[in-house]
């Protein structure tokens, strides 16, 4: 593996770019390189991982127990990039993607024009919005940015510590921190009771998937050592008097119940990173069944433009293992079409990487019916900030959305949610829901943000540190 430092190292053009180093960019550039392409990697961490395997290559945790053994696997996939003919951009902020394969991309202040024969994203996933009353006090993260602590710097909360939400993320930190030494205090269980009914039709599959025992063994380890408090229906967090914060919940019909906390982590699940494919003009698509939209791919990870493919959790939510394989079905797919191989070869090297795909996909539509976050919990609060860059509440949603907007691109230019650094990465899916609540209709009907080069914040520096040729200023510029 080649590590660039600056886009000063960069040629002007790759046959493969791919974007993001987390599982399936790592699979897919090692792939793609392993058949004699020239690939880009770029990724905004200092290291290889991804959230996934985050800090890899760097953690300061030497105790293999603490975040398992499914973590240390990464260190494999790692090596093989460090082994591979790639070269690495770390550090870098991949702006613009446009159909015709030009990248606009920045490090350390400085931005330059990449072209590419193929794009690979590997964008991965994002914690999905927990907008209840209070989630922005301090005291509040979420679980993924907790994850990120421990695993990037050894780093475990202190103190009182509540897990509140649903997913098997919010079991498997829970599981690292009782490892850790420091168990939560209690796990607020807000999992809809009602999913079970919907879940059980696909629960012989995931008899016969690996997620069986690695879920039993996980969910054995926390039971032991915390409180779980199952069926919560209302959640709210207010200022603690003599604690960081104040925990008050209802289980059903049940009274009011009341939990102080020194650290309060948020989660309900993760869904797909589409504002890159979006913004280079990929189609969307909503799953009723992950609640969330994804990119419309084929089994290769094709998209609805010509050369962009999209793998991993940014493509579609089913983990680790499989954003992996994914990634190197991409891989292959982009060695194919590139000419390293013929279709025939390529599809007899992808059967069994196929056949493993199968194995989890058994057991995914069980976890994905049973942690489908509750309808309520999706919807933003009266008091909660629903759009964190723009600071707008769920309140002036549901009274703009009454109004009969038609969409989030509307309510954008009412209430500007959705313009802010994140670009709609915290909001894109509340405000959506919040408007298809108040039409009656599915999120479907309503689309999702349309959304425009940057799709990260870049100054007017970094736009004019580019080389002055002319035919690269017209390809960032195409916006």
């Known amino acids: 593996m ?8 960069l040629q002007p053009s790759y046959d ?10 790592m699979a897919a550039a090692t792939e793609a390189a392993a058949h004699g392409l020239e690939v880009l990697l770029v990724d905004e961490a200092v290291s290889p991982g991804g959230q996934i395997f985050r800090a890899i290559t760097q953690t300061p945790l030497r105790n293999r127990e603490v975040l ?13 990039l460090l082994a591979s003919g790639v070269h690495y951009l770390p550090g870098a902020t991949v702006w613009h993607l446009d ?37 922005t006090l301090p ?9 990120t602590l421990l695993k990037a710097s050894g780093m475990v909360p202190q103190g009182r510590v509540v897990l509140a939400g649903t997913g098997p993320l919010l079991w498997l930190l829970a599981s690292q921190l009782v490892a850790a030494g420091h168990p939560p205090t209690a796990i607020l269980d807000t999992t809809p009771t009602g999913n079970w009914r919907h879940a059980v039709r696909a629960f012989p599959g995931f008899l016969r998937s690996p997620y069986l025992a690695k879920g039993l063994r996980l969910l054995m380890r926390v039971r032991r050592a915390v409180r779980v408090v199952p069926g919560v229906t209302e959640l709210a967090i207010e200022p603690g008097a003599s604690c960081a914060a104040e925990l008050v919940f209802h289980r ?19 869904t797909p990173n589409v504002n890159l494919a979006n913004a280079a ?19 290769w990870g094709r998209s609805s433009i010509e050369g962009i493919a999209i793998t991993g959790d940014g493509s579609r939510i089913a983990g680790a293992e499989i954003a992996a394989l994914r990634g190197q079905l991409a891989g292959l797919d982009a060695a194919c079409e590139l000419g390293r191989m013929d279709a025939e070869a390529r599809d007899k090297l992808a059967a069994p990487i196929r056949a493993r795909i199968a194995t989890y996909d058994r057991g995914r539509e069980f976890l994905d019916r049973l942690y489908r976050p509750s309808d309520h919990f999706r919807l ?27 969409g989030p691109n509307q309510m954008k230019s009412m209430l500007r949610c959705g313009m802010g650094p994140c670009q709609g990465r915290l909001c894109g899916l509340t405000v959506v829901e919040a408007v298809a609540a108040a039409r009656g209709v599915s999120p479907a009907d309503v689309g999702y943000y349309r959304l425009r080069s940057p799709v990260k914040p870049i100054t007017v520096a970094e736009i004019a540190s580019m080389p002055r040729k002319a035919s690269d200023e017209k390809a960032v510029l195409r916006v």
């Open 68 to 80: 398992g053994e499914d973590y240390w696997r990464g260190r494999a996939a790692a090596d093989s």
């Open 16 to 25: 493969v770019v791919v974007v993001g180093a987390g599982p399936a960019g």
């Open 139 to 147: 005291g509040v993260m979420s679980a993924g940015a907790a994850q």
């Open 380 to 406: 933003p609060h009266d008091e909660a900030l629903a759009c964190r860059c723009e600071e707008v509440t769920g309140r002036q949603l549901r009274e703009v959305a009454a109004l009969g907007v038609p």
């Open 252 to 270: 059903g019909m049940r009274p009011a119940e009341r939990m102080a906390a020194d650290h309060v982590l948020l989660h309900q699940g993760v």
């Open 2 to 9: 080649t590590r660039l430092e600056q886009v000063s190292d």
């Open 281 to 299: 003009g990929c189609a969307l698509e909503w799953s009723e069944l992950q609640a969330c939209f994804r990119p419309r791919s084929d089994a």
């Open 99 to 135: 159909a015709g394969l030009q990248f606009g991309l920045s490090v350390g202040g400085r931005a330059a024009a990449v072209t590419a024969r193929r794009a690979v994203l590997a964008t991965g996933a994002l914690e999905r919005p927990f907008p209840v009353k209070g989630w």
